[in-house]
C-alpha cells in the first residue's frame, strides 16, 4: 500500500496541502545550535527532498532562549513550526508532535544533525512507498561510517548486546537519533509506548518487531557531537531500568500485540503446501525439544546411578515435560501471560503419558530382549524413543494444545 501524497477532502477546500513529511528536531536549551541546524536542514530538504516537507522543533521545557529562536524561525522560514512543552523528555516531545502531525511520514532528527543528510531521502522512502512501516538509521550497519570515542562506541554496542540477549531485537542500533515512521502506524503503535524520555526509541522499535511490523535499516554517516547534552550515566540507567519493565509486560502478556499484528503486522508468505507459521514453529520447537533432551538425558544419567531404570526415565521425562510445555507455550506458539497456562499444562501432562508409554515401553521391550542391557544400549533407545515422542509432542501441542496461536504464529 502506496502512502497518499494528495491533500484530503477538507485540506483541498481551504487550499492546505498536508506534508509528507514532518521531521521533527526534540531540544531542549539548544539556543546556540538551534538555527544552524533548522536553516541547514530546510535548505537540504528544499533542494533535495521532492515532497513537500514541514520541520517542527519540539521544544521540551527549555529554559534559555530556545523558545524565543523557534519562534523567530517559524516567522522567517516557511514550512517551519514550533511547539513548546512544559515537561521535559525526548520521548514525551516526540509523542506529542507525532500524534497531532497530519503528515504521511513522520521523523525526527537530533539538532546536532550528526548524521548526515544523505541518508534522510533513503531513510524516508521505504514508508512512503509502504514497503516498510518504520525506518532507523544504523550506525552498526555494515556500510556505515562513523567518527566517535572509544567509551561511547562501547556503551552503545553493549546496549545493543543487552537488548539481543534480553528482548530478542533484531535491528541493529536503537539508539541513533535518526529514525521515521508512518503515520497510520504511529496512530496504533504510540499509544502503547510509556516511557518519556530516552528510552521512547528503543520501547517503540521492540513493540514494532513484536507486532510483526517491518523495520528498515539505512547505515548512516555519522560524526560524534563533543558537546553532547546527553548524561550517558544517567541515560544508561533509565535504558536499563526501560529493559527491565518491557520484558516483565512482555513476559507477562500486558500488551495488547496480537490486536496490533492484527491491525498492522505483515501476514507470512504462502507456501504451497506448507501451513502458515509452521516452518518458524518447527525451528524453534526443534530448538527447545534439543534443550529438552540434553536436560532428560543428563538427569536420567544422574537418577539411573540410584534408582531403576523406570523410575530414573519417570522423574526425568515428567521435569523435562513440564519445563518443556512452559518453553513451547512461550517460545514457539507466542503466549504470553497466565491466562490458560494451569490448562495448557495439564494438556501438556497428557501428552507427556504419551511419550512415557512410548519410552517406558521401550525399556520394557529392551528388557525382554535383554536380560542385562548396557547403559549406552539403554541411552540409545530412549533417544530413540525420544525422537518419536517429540514428532507426536508437536503435533499434538499444534493440534490440540496451541490450536488457536498456531493459526497465529508467523514464520
Known sequence: ?????????????????????????????????????????????????????????????????????????????????????????????????????????????????????????????????????????SRLARGSRVVRGAKREIISRGYNLILRGTLAAKFSDAQCGFKAIRSDVAARLLPMVEDTGWFFDTEMLVLAEKAGLRIHEVPVDWVDDPDSRVDIASTAIDDLKGVWRLTRALGAGRLPLAALRDQLGRNPLPVAGVPAGLTGQLIRFAAVGAASTLAYLALYAVLRTTIGPQWANFIALLVTAIANTAANRRLTFGVRGTDRAWRHQAQGLAVFAIGLGLTSGSLALLDGLSSAPSKSVELFVLVVANLVATAVRFLLMRIWVFRGRAREARA
Open 1 to 137: 500500500m502506496s502512502l497518499s501524497t494528495l491533500p484530503s477532502h477538507d485540506a483541498a477546500a481551504t487550499g492546505y496541502r498536508a506534508p509528507v513529511l514532518d521531521v521533527v528536531v526534540p531540544v531542549y536549551n539548544e539556543q546556540t545550535d538551534l538555527e544552524p541546524c533548522v536553516r541547514r536542514l530546510h535548505a537540504y530538504l528544499s533542494a533535495h527532498f521532492p515532497y513537500p516537507f514541514r520541520i517542527t522543533v519540539a521544544d521540551n521545557a527549555s529554559t534559555d532562549a530556545t523558545a524565543e529562536v523557534a519562534r523567530r524561525l517559524s516567522t522567517e522560514i516557511p514550512g517551519v513550526t514550533w511547539t513548546h512543552l512544559a515537561e521535559k523528555g525526548r520521548g514525551r516531545a516526540l509523542k506529542h508532535v507525532w500524534t497531532y502531525s497530519d503528515a504521511a511520514v513522520l521523523a525526527y532528527m537530533d539538532v546536532d544533525l550528526s548524521t548526515d543528510l544523505g541518508a534522510l531521502l533513503p531513510l524516508v522512502a521505504p514508508l512512503i512507498s509502504g514497503h516498510s512501516d518504520l525506518a532507523i538509521g
